[in-house]
């Protein structure tokens, strides 16, 4: 497949906008393109409880899995910072949970890391840990 770096960048900044963050003033935009070629966005969102937040990566990953889509292609996140942002140990697990792929994190003036899923969290918790 074909990827849509530059569009999921911007659609990944409209995101942003979005962000419900008014505790931190801290927006963050994200980007989620499925193996089924459909893109998912989230922003985070906040609460006056503040550990209730959820990021951005988080958003767009639950609003994918619950249409029924696992199977991901390329995560971007954007975040206002002056080096591509670095998602949270949270976020990197729950991406972790839907296998390895391709992570591309954005600073406000679109410098970009790409990183994989694995590399973001290795040695990651995983279910069959448990099975064993
Ligand atoms: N945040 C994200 O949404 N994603 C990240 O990668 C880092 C942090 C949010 C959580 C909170 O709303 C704000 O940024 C400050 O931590």
Known sequence: ?????????????????KAYAPY????????????????????NIENASYGLTCCAERVAIFKAVSEGEKEFDTLVVVGDTDEPISPCGACRQVMS????????????NRK???VSVKELLPYSFEKENLEK
């Open 24 to 43: 931190s003033n801290f927006k963050v935009g994200a980007a989620l393109l499925t193996r089924s070629g459909k893109i998912y966005t989230g922003c």
């Open 112 to 114: 970009i890391k790409k």
């Open 97 to 108: 949970e839907f296998g390895d792929y391709e992570v591309i994190l954005v600073s406000k």
């Open 1 to 17: 497949m074909k990827k849509k770096i530059e569009e999921l960048i911007n659609e990944a900044f409209n995101a942003k906008e």
